[in-house]
């Protein structure tokens, strides 16, 4: 995963790993080891997803980001 780039979208969008964790759902630590892969921790396919609708990514970008 390109953390980078992720993060990138995240400052344009105004988002924080606080707001996102509540949008998707999950803990703070659990969105904070998953952008960091922890212990091998990853976004999962209906994460992945909230982030191309929310960011509006192209398939291209989605592999950019999440398939390096």
């Given at each position: 995963?390109d953390?980078?780039?992720?993060?990138?979208?995240?400052?344009?969008?105004?988002?924080?790993?606080?707001?996102?964790?509540?949008?998707?759902?999950?803990?703070?630590?659990?969105?904070?080891a998953k952008?960091?892969?922890?212990?091998?921790?990853?976004?999962?396919?209906t994460?992945?997803?909230?982030?191309?609708?929310?960011?509006?990514?192209?398939?291209?970008m989605?592999?950019?980001?999440?398939f390096?």
């Amino acid at each position: 995963m390109d953390k980078k780039l992720l993060r990138s979208f995240m400052v344009k969008f105004g988002d924080t790993g606080k707001s996102l964790s509540s949008l998707m759902g999950i803990s703070e630590q659990t969105f904070s080891a998953k952008l960091n892969e922890k212990e091998g921790a990853e976004f999962n396919k209906t994460e992945i997803n909230f982030f191309r609708k929310r960011y509006e990514l192209s398939a291209k970008m989605m592999a950019d980001i999440f398939f390096k």
